[in-house]
């Protein structure tokens, strides 16, 4: 009958003289663990600007704008939708493009205020036939350096190597396409009508 009561007494002089389970946030900073999950955040030296992370987050908290006039592409994440799920850092092709931080607190009384956002910006490579978008620079140079010599089969990636070594002038929009435009960057449709064009 006495046994249980010492057993709350020694679970009472145990916590009373040991350190507390919770922390005194607001008044001091929170520490989270390593493995906490976060607020996502961009490292341009790692993003290829691909998307990915916009197609798998469940909330619709990352969005892509493309500005064909700067040809530019803008990837930006909106904490205030963010879930903290970590889909978007599991499913990035390069693993370290987008990650989840430390930061865990958003009290703002604007939600279009700068802190509430996060984004990077990217160069896109453009059609010289029809001006569609075909990707990032950067995503090319990263599929370039998964295929190695692969990659010279292709004359995107072929224009992606040469534009590392020298300057290439962009060419303005055509009217019509041509069996020289092969070595053009090119959109898949452009390029799949030029060699339908050739063939017969």
Known sequence: MYLPKLRELTEALRSLFSA???TKFPKTPHVPSPNFRGYPKYYAEFCVGCGTCAQVCPTGAIEIFDDLQKRQRT????YASCAQCGQCQEKCITGRGIQLSNQYSLAVSDLKAPEVFN???KELALCEACGA???CHDHLKFVKERLGAKAYANPDLLLTTQMQFTEVTPVSV?????????MKSLCPKCRHKIVVKDEF
Do not use: G
Request: overall charge positive; proline content about 5%; cysteine-free.
């Open 20 to 22: 507390p389970y919770t």
């Open 75 to 78: 990837l930006r994440v909106n």
């Open 119 to 121: 984004s990077v910006e």
């Open 133 to 135: 978008i075909i990707a």
């Open 174 to 182: 055509k009217n019509r396409l041509r069996r020289e435009d092969l």
